[in-house]
Each structure stands twice: as structure tokens, then as C-alpha cells.
């Protein structure tokens, strides 16, 4: 192979890896930005609010008696 096509192959393949690492660096923010709370629609939200009501539930049915 000349040089002109080791060059070309090498460009490719920083190409294909830059694009590979802002698909990847684009799909880790958007996990992220889910785990921090934002006023109600993230899924760490979500947790906080199903981690409220469960605790709720608990302290009702230790008033009823029927979970000690």
C-alpha cells in the first residue's frame, strides 16, 4: 500500500471511532441526566416518590396493627 492509502485508512478509522465516542458520550449525559433529580421527571424522582409512599404504607399499617 502507498502512503496515501494508509493515510486515507487511518482517517477512516478516526472517522468511525469519533463518531463511536460522541454516540457514547451522547448515551452516558442521557443516563446521567435521568439519575438527577428535576422537579418531577426523571426516574430518581420517580424513586424518591415510590420511597415516600412506601414509607407511608409502612407507618399505616404499624398504626393498624397488622405489621409489627
Known amino acids: 500500500m502507498e502512503t496515501q492509502a494508509w493515510l486515507a485508512v487511518g482517517v477512516g478509522v478516526m ?3 469519533s463518531g463511536f465516542y460522541g454516540g457514547l ?3 452516558v449525559k442521557t443516563i446521567l441526566l ?4 428535576n422537579g ?3 426516574l430518581r424522582d ?3 416518590r415510590q420511597s415516600r409512599r412506601l414509607d407511608m404504607l ?3 399499617l404499624q398504626k393498624d396493627g397488622s405489621f409489627d
Open 46 to 48: 420517580e424513586v424518591d
Open 40 to 42: 418531577g421527571q426523571s
Open 15 to 17: 472517522a468511525v471511532m
Open 34 to 37: 435521568e439519575l438527577r433529580p
Open 25 to 27: 458520550k451522547w448515551l
Open 58 to 60: 409502612y407507618v399505616l
